[in-house]
């Protein structure tokens, strides 16, 4: 069964720096275009980050823009997102989710995916 899993969250205070990692078990990341996507309590799920297989390119949501950068170790299996500034309001379960359109991030920005994670909570607070 695929299987991708997140890593990393926890609880920080504001201006502090995080960073996730996504991996997976029984398939290969580099086959797919990944996706960063949050959920805070209320909300509807947010996309955040996106990179292609080959990482090449990035995209990422106004909300985060300049502060978190995703990247992606291929020979680690691994996708990162590397979190800084962070705010009170970046609170949220974490997912990263996986498409097999390796060099379009289209479907990822509409939320569809091949695979989720089950999720990491990150929680920034005084």
């Known amino acids: 069964q695929v299987q991708l899993v997140e890593s990393g969250g926890g609880l920080v205070q504001p201006g502090d720096s995080l960073r996730l990692s996504c991996t997976a078990s029984r398939f290969r990341l580099d086959l797919y275009s990944i996706g960063w996507f949050r959920q805070a309590p209320g909300k509807e799920r947010e996309g955040v980050a996106y990179?292609?297989?080959?990482?090449?390119?990035?995209d990422y949501a106004d909300s985060v823009k300049g502060r978190f950068t995703v990247a992606r170790d291929n020979s680690k299996n691994t996708i990162y997102l590397q979190m800084s500034s962070l705010k009170p309001s970046d609170t949220a379960v974490y997912y990263c989710?996986?498409?097999?359109?390796?060099?379009?991030?289209?479907?990822?920005?509409?939320?569809?995916?091949?695979?989720w994670g089950q999720g990491t909570q990150v929680t920034v607070s005084s």
């Open positions: 990179i292609t297989s080959s990482g090449s390119s990035a």
């Open positions: 989710a996986a498409d097999r359109h390796q060099s379009h991030l289209g479907a990822l920005k509409y939320g569809l995916a091949d695979y």
